[in-house]
């Protein structure tokens, strides 16, 4: 049991210690979960409107859109995503002129955008199962009452739903934090995995080093079960 | 274009090489992970603390965190470990020299946690009845779970178990990060000898997109069969 001592000034915060390293990977995680959670809510909202559509191509869209997504790795999407998503916004700049052509698209956008489209296929299921539980008088009535379809949305759909969309949008946060840790695969981000994966192979301590990074995504999971909590108490308030 | 295309034709027969491997950690994971999935969900249902305590950190540990930081602990945590252990004078060591059994474990462990859950909840709505009409026969406490209790659960969880199926298959992907080769190693490996990016993942996503759906359509097929009785009567 001599060794543990030297192995908690492993993650020491101090000049050789991997503590404070491992705080700034965690930033860069909660960064890139938080940014792809907000993508995927938008392609979440946008596929559940083509789902629910009366046009049948935007319904169809919609459906290759959640089935494609769902049938492949998440791994396998996130490189796709990842390199075609930098790759098309380069192309798109080559319109404006040459001067584009050397600029770099930024690698925490691509990867956000990769993780929130991912994020998204599941969030169009989740938010179009909740809109079809809003009661259709409800609806109705704001009709009866005058309102045009915008305001039917922001007064009724949209808080109506998040009352079902509750506990399959909160799995999905949950999900979005521990997805992130496939970014350390791309090489350009110190998110909290790498960081693990760094101190590991430096200091040969592997399984030490590796426990500590589970812990730092399990406090994550677990502060966030607390906030969910709060949060459902508070969105259910109308129904004890 | 037309290069293009014709590059990611001539990939299909390597990629296709790899999916027994897919397959095989898929299958094997699932057998292994489903088998252990019992016992955490009957401890998860004990009333004896001793019991259920342990079960539902194990439960939180595997769900709360990533798959991807599971299989690197067990494949480096062990690998640091095991070389110099008793292990390596005994034949398991030749298995155990590449990525394949550590996804294995990493997988079978990661699946017994989430289905662990599911079967507990299948489990705890098994109709009371059931379970005492068993009873009533003088069957013993493990007869009742072999014939009664994990029969009728299996039935009630089968379509959630089936989804945790198609993301195991998905998850096996990740064994390609601790040098299996299975579809997506195989797409990398590729990737990495022809400096090119799309074309092989692209393959690989085709193959992974068949390969979903026939599982989809085998699990529909198998959970139509456990659930006949249940099923509309045909007319005759």
């Not at chain 1, 705080?23 to 890139?32: A, Q, S």
Request: charged share 15%; proline share 5%; with cysteine.
């Amino acid at each position: 049991m001599d060794t543990s001592p030297s192995l908690l000034s492993l993650m020491s915060f101090g000049h050789d210690g991997w503590g404070a390293r491992f705080v700034d990977g965690l930033v860069v995680t909660m960064e890139v979960s938080l940014a792809a959670y907000a993508v995927s809510l938008i392609f979440g909202l946008l596929g559940a409107s083509a789902k629910l559509s009366p046009y049948r191509w935007l319904r169809s869209i919609a459906d290759v859109y959640t089935t494609l997504v769902r049938a492949l790795p998440e791994l396998l999407l996130l490189l796709l995503v990842y390199y075609s998503g930098a790759d098309a916004i380069k192309f798109l700049l080559s319109f404006l002129g040459d001067d584009y052509e050397d600029v770099e698209v930024d690698p925490f956008a691509a990867a956000v955008i990769a993780l929130g489209f991912i994020g998204g296929a599941y969030m169009t299921e989740v938010m179009r199962g909740a809109i079809q539980s809003i009661p259709v008088g409800q609806i109705e009535a704001a009709k009866a009452c005058g309102m045009s379809p915008l305001l039917r949305v922001r007064r009724i759909i949209l808080p109506q739903m998040l009352r079902f969309a509750l506990p399959g949008m909160s799995n999905l946060w949950l999900n979005a934090t521990k997805d992130s840790s496939l970014i350390s695969v791309l090489g350009s981000f110190q998110d909290i995995l790498f960081m693990g994966y760094r101190a590991a192979s430096t200091t040969k301590h592997y399984s030490f080093f590796y426990t500590m990074t589970a812990l730092c995504f399990l406090i994550v999971t677990l502060v966030s079960m607390a906030g969910i909590r709060l949060i459902e108490a508070r969105v259910n308030r109308g129904y004890k | 274009m037309d290069e293009s295309l014709t590059f990611l034709l001539s990939i299909f027969p390597r990629l296709l090489a790899a999916v027994p491997l897919t397959l095989a950690l898929t299958a094997i994971s699932c057998v292994i992970g489903n088998a252990l999935a019992v016992p955490v969900a009957l401890a998860r249902l004990s009333p004896n603390p001793l019991l259920w305590m342990p079960s539902a950190l194990y439960i939180l540990l595997m769900r709360g965190t990533p798959l991807l930081v599971q299989t690197y602990l067990i494949y480096y945590g062990l690998g640091e470990v095991l070389p110099g252990s008793f292990i390596q004078q005994t034949f398991l060591w030749e298995y155990l020299k590449d990525g394949f059994w550590y996804a294995v474990f990493a997988f079978s462990l990661n699946t017994a946690g989430y289905t662990g859950e599911i079967l507990r909840g299948a489990m705890s709505a098994v109709p009371r009845g059931e379970i005492e009409a068993a009873k009533a026969y003088g069957m013993s406490p493990w007869l009742v779970l072999w014939r009664v209790t994990l029969p009728r659960a299996v039935q009630i969880c089968l379509p959630a178990m089936s989804g945790e199926t198609i993301l195991l298959l998905k998850a096996t992907s990740l064994a390609s990060l601790i040098t299996v080769w299975d579809i997506m190693g195989t797409a990398r490996q590729i990737q990495k000898e022809s400096y090119r990016i799309y074309e092989p993942l692209i393959a690989a996503g085709i193959i992974y997109i068949i390969t979903v759906f026939i599982l989809t359509r085998l699990l529909n097929l198998l959970e139509r069969r456990i659930n006949q009785h249940r099923a509309a009567p045909q007319s005759a």
